[in-house]
């Protein structure tokens, strides 16, 4: 981590707690060891390690690398979190803090404003810089549905155009496309052009698939299962036939290496997104 990070996160740990509260669940020292934890995850002495943990679930900010949305349907905010996080570290950063500070933030063009609700609640399972951040994303796009702490499937699963706002409205220079679609499903032609174009993007692509692609035990019905990961660029390897694929992704908190059948990834993938 840079030095500028360093002391911002210092400078946050050392003002004092907010009064009252402005996310009722989470105090200052939480919030603070959570994003050294998350921004400089070797270098937090064992002490700070240790007062980290004792906190319900925010020692996933340690085990995890990157934003991770525990057991929830916050995959989408998810994986457009690790991908700022990765992108631009510093608005990141600013905006965990100024969403805890003020009980708001700008990304971009991009503006969160929690409702009342959600900064009065926390989840099982999931730190609080993560809680506040998917969350705050999640609620800022749902008309039906709020997001609390016992928000269900429905109110915080993300659907594609969810993410072609929250992307462009991130990086209002750059231009995302969907491809394919839930209307029509495409031919397997349209699927293999899909996959081939996202795995050869020299940057990240967003995937929605079918859950059981990458967790075998994976249960409930398809839209149940529905899941978006993030391919990491240049690790797609192929086998020599071009029927099968290794490549890098993010998922539930951290990178992973998957190897994969082209006619699975076919199977069980609906949408990509990219940038163009």
């Known amino acids: 981590m840079n030095t500028n990070k360093l002391t911002t996160l210092k400078t946050f740990a050392e003002k004092p707690e907010p009064s009252p509260r402005v996310w009722e669940r989470y105090g200052r020292e939480q919030v603070a060891l959570e994003m050294q934890a998350r921004f400089y995850r070797q270098g937090l002495p064992r002490e700070e390690a240790d007062r980290l943990r004792s906190y319900p679930y925010a020692g996933t900010t340690f085990s995890y690398p990157f934003p991770n949305q525990g057991i929830t349907e916050l995959c989408g905010p998810a994986a457009i979190a690790y991908d700022l996080m990765l992108t631009d570290p510093a608005a990141y950063l600013s905006a965990l803090i100024a969403l805890y500070e003020e009980g708001e933030c700008g990304v971009g063009d991009l503006r969160l404003r929690p409702r009342e609700e959600l900064k009065g609640s926390s989840r099982e399972g999931i730190s609080g810089i993560d809680w506040m951040f998917l969350g705050a994303m999640r609620e800022g796009r749902n008309v039906l549905f709020g997001v609390d702490g016992k928000a269900g499937p429905l109110a915080l699963f993300s659907p594609p155009k969810d993410m072609l706002y929250w992307l462009r409205s991130i990086y209002p220079n750059e ?29 990240r692509s967003f995937l929605l698939i079918d859950s059981k692609l990458i967790k075998v035990d994976s249960k409930g019905n398809r839209i149940a299962r529905l899941h978006w990961i993030v391919i990491k660029p240049g690790t797609a390897v192929w086998s020599d036939d071009g029927e099968r694929v290794s490549f890098t992704y993010f998922t539930w908190g951290a990178e992973r290496v998957g190897r994969f059948r082209m006619k699975d990834l076919i199977k069980y993938l609906y949408i990509t997104i990219v940038r163009e």
């Open 175 to 203: 231009c995302f496309v969907q491809r394919l679609s839930f209307l029509g499903w495409g031919s397997e032609r349209a699927h293999r052009r899909a996959i081939i174009e996202a795995l050869r993007k020299p940057t």
